[in-house]
């Protein structure tokens, strides 16, 4: 068996995904809590979507059903994914849901999840974790062609391959992370979910990790990214489009550009002017700050 993997070809009509009318609940105590109230979002070929709000509005929850991951007690009670000119029923009911999901993850849908990073076994050299995870997803693949893929990979984006050889302590926070986002494409999904990529790491790492992402999208190795942080300031300069979720709902999509010049909704004006515009009353503590002499207790010295 290659090592090579055809790279997709686009859609014809430019549309990569439609997800429509997702509804989940948690379930299994006193009363069903919703924490996604009939979504629905698009995504162009090559475009990555960028999914914003504010902690608990139900980003994690949405990107679950859409890889198709959802366990108790999340249930996806509706929802449909349109990609590759199928229909997928996203909703997950009973046990059979999960079976009929199966073909679909990590090859339709990939999701990189929130905090991945920290959750990499220590006793575990990333060759063995690479093979793992791809033997996990195709049994047929060899362990000898799960590192091959993976080495073609990190040479074509231009990372070092002796990675491979290093336990997860061995690796600074942002190779971790690029890693992870490597090992969650593997197969080359149509779509990944990338829930919030870059929280965790420091303004270098987080530009080369979307620096990263946007090359893979150049290469075919994804289609499309929906990319999942609470950063604005991140999101707005990696995504073509934002979506604005609050409350389990999406009060507002459109283009990136659009969104941050011209917000409809009072919602998106108040989460991107917090942090695109400062306000007259930040900007002049600001300036207040940077004017005013740094005092010893500033910098920890008493
Ligand atoms: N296992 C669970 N059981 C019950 N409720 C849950 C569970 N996981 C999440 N929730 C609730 O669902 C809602 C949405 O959570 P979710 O994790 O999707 O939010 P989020 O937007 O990803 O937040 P964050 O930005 O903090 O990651 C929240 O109110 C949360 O408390
Ligand atoms: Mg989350």
Redesign the pocket.
């Known amino acids: 068996m290659s090592t090579e993997r055809p790279q997709h070809a686009p859609s014809s009509t430019g549309v990569l995904a439609r997800a429509q009318n997702i509804r989940c609940v948690?379930g299994g105590?006193e009363e069903d809590?919703t924490?996604?109230d009939g979504v629905s979002i698009a995504l162009g070929e090559g475009e990555v979507l960028g999914l914003a709000?504010?902690?608990?509005?139900?980003?994690?929850?949405?990107?679950?059903a859409l890889a198709m991951i959802a366990a108790p007690?999340?249930y996806v009670l509706s929802g449909t994914l349109e990609i590759d000119d199928g229909t997928i029923d996203l909703s997950t009911l009973s046990h059979d849901d999960v079976k009929r999901h199966r073909p679909y993850r990590g090859r339709t849908v990939s999701m990189l999840p929130?905090g991945a990073m920290n959750s990499i076994s220590p006793t575990l050299r990333i060759s063995s974790l690479i093979k793992d995870v791809m033997r996990a997803h195709d049994p047929r693949i060899t362990k000898d062609e799960a590192l091959d893929l993976a080495r073609e990979r990190l040479k074509m984006l231009e990372m070092p391959v002796r990675v491979l050889d290093s336990y997860a302590h061995q690796l600074s926070g942002g190779m971790k992370q690029r890693m992870i986002t490597v090992i969650s494409t593997l197969q080359n999904p149509r779509l990944l979910i990338a829930?919030?990529p870059t929280s965790a790491l420091d303004v270098s790492s987080q530009r080369m990790l979307v620096e990263m992402l946007l090359e893979m999208v150049e290469q075919r190795i994804m289609s499309g990214v929906v990319f999942?942080t609470?950063d604005l300031p991140v999101l707005s300069q990696v995504s073509d489009r934002l979506a604005i979720?609050h409350a389990?709902r999406i009060v507002e999509s459109g283009p990136t550009r659009q969104l941050v010049e011209d917000a409809q909704h009072p919602y998106t004006r108040k989460l991107l002017g917090s942090v695109l515009d400062p306000s007259q009353e930040t900007r002049a503590r600001g300036i207040a700050r940077r004017s005013a002499p740094v005092t010893p207790e500033e910098v920890g010295e008493r």
């Open positions: 948690y105590g809590f924490a996604v709000g504010e902690s608990g509005c139900g980003k994690t929850t949405l990107g679950n007690p999340l929130q829930d919030e999942v609470h979720m389990g």
